[in-house]
């Protein structure tokens, strides 16, 4: 079982998880959104307890949980077939991959702007990056429980196996891109972020059959990861409905 905490994550596991242990609540506490809560649990007669500040700050290891915690099944990744299954169904499909996301609130807030996007899943990898947890979930204000999320062994294969698909792979480089806006994202689209740090790594961006960056005025060289993952999905995504799919390979 694994703990969730947070009003909007609580509320989304209620409605997408199916095996929940109960929900804590913090005892006095007039939260805004407990009401759904309450209402969700009593259709779904999912136990509820009452508990003092001190148990829900140890029970969520922290004090960041809005008086809300819910004690569910573990969280369950995709699989590569899922995300694809969806994107056949589409004219126009993105994947973002994370190469090496180390914070959790970062990852948190990728997903939920994927989500938001229309992503049809988030590749990351098993080592050295943030994995899914409570934490993740918070900040992805629940969109974790709606966007599929797979974990592979190899990134770099991963995007093979994405461009036998008809993927085009984009990478996000600060210093070497070409400008966002002078591409066709008219496709199916994988979109790889790197690390907050480092960037993309060489291994990885070598895979990438363009590399874009947000144009800048500012003395600043660069953005907070989430913060550029959000523009680079707007300006891929916002013609859809109106581009047509063109050649670009060969």
């Not at 905490?5 to 006095?28: A, D, M, N, Q, S």
């Not at 093979?160 to 066709?184: M, P, Q, R, T, V």
Request: proline share 3%.
């Amino acid at each position: 079982m694994q703990i969730i905490y947070g009003i909007h994550p609580v509320v989304e596991v209620l409605r997408t998880v199916g095996k929940i242990e109960k929900v804590i609540l913090l005892k006095g506490g007039k939260q805004v959104g407990v009401r759904e809560i309450l209402e969700i649990t009593a259709r779904k007669k999912i136990p509820v307890v009452f508990r003092n500040r001190e148990y829900l700050d140890t029970k969520a290891g922290t004090s960041n949980h809005q008086g809300v915690i819910c004690i569910c099944g573990e969280y369950r990744y995709a699989g590569m077939d899922e995300i694809l299954s969806d994107c056949k169904s589409r004219k126009n499909a993105l994947i973002l991959i994370l190469d090496g996301i180390t914070d959790p609130q970062n990852l948190g807030s990728l997903i939920r702007t994927g989500l938001c996007f229309g992503a049809s899943g988030v590749i990351i990898p098993e080592n050295r990056a943030a994995a899914i947890t409570p934490s993740v979930i918070k900040a992805s204000a629940g969109a974790a429980m709606h966007l599929p999320v797979v974990r592979v062994i190899n990134i770099s294969r991963t995007i093979d196996n994405l461009k036998e698909e008809g993927f085009w792979i984009y990478g996000a480089d600060a210093k070497h891109g070409k400008d966002l806006h002078s591409h066709d994202y008219s496709t199916h689209i994988g979109l790889v972020m790197g690390s907050e740090g480092k960037g993309i790594r060489p291994l990885v961006r070598k895979k990438c059959d363009f590399l874009v960056s947000i144009p800048m005025t500012a003395i600043i060289d660069s953005l907070n990861v989430s913060v550029s993952g959000g523009i680079i999905l707007y300006e891929m995504t916002r013609n859809w409905d109106s581009l047509t799919v063109q050649e670009k390979r060969g």
